[in-house]
């Protein structure tokens, strides 16, 4: 998760690369900033076992219903998911949007710098008892829920990816299901 508008992209590629070489699928909201910059960089590595999937915003269509918003998905999406459900507009943080969709379908989030969006991807992280980390400078997440653990470090972060997926892991098959990584 991250920002519309700009890439952050001394984070976003290496995560974006790491996450591919990994074979995990990477989903991101399909817009522009860190997830176009995360999905080419996802997308670019060769051989990869994971898709690139997107949450598409929409809009009401007379003659097709909903169609994707203007600028949706980017072209790197490989799997792009419509949903009637709009971007968060930041007014009630509790609005429904395509932001609930991203994190009760995410194994784990990790969230790079962006705005009320992205803030509230994260406060529904917390909410949904989602793993979340926040991955940037500190100063990038000033307006971050405090207790969301943080770190400009890559090392840091795929640390955390790899003990919350064992669990994840672990607890899934205990209970006979299977695990989808994203």
Known sequence: MGSGTQTWSEFTIPLAQWIAHQGYHLLTGGGQGVM????????????????CLGIIPTESDPEYGYVAEPDYPNPWVELPILSPLGRFTGTDKEQLSRNHINILTSNLIVALPGSKGTRN???????????????????????????????DSLTDIVNFIKETLTVDWKQ???LGNQNNIQ
């Open 121 to 151: 991807e994260v406060e529904l992280a917390l909410s949904y008892r989602k793993p979340v980390v926040l991955f940037g400078t500190t100063t990038a997440f000033e307006d971050f829920p405090s207790q969301v653990k943080q770190s």
């Open 172 to 174: 899934s098959h205990v």
């Open 36 to 51: 176009q910059c995360a999905s080419e960089a996802f997308c670019q590595v060769e051989d990869r076992a994971g898709l």
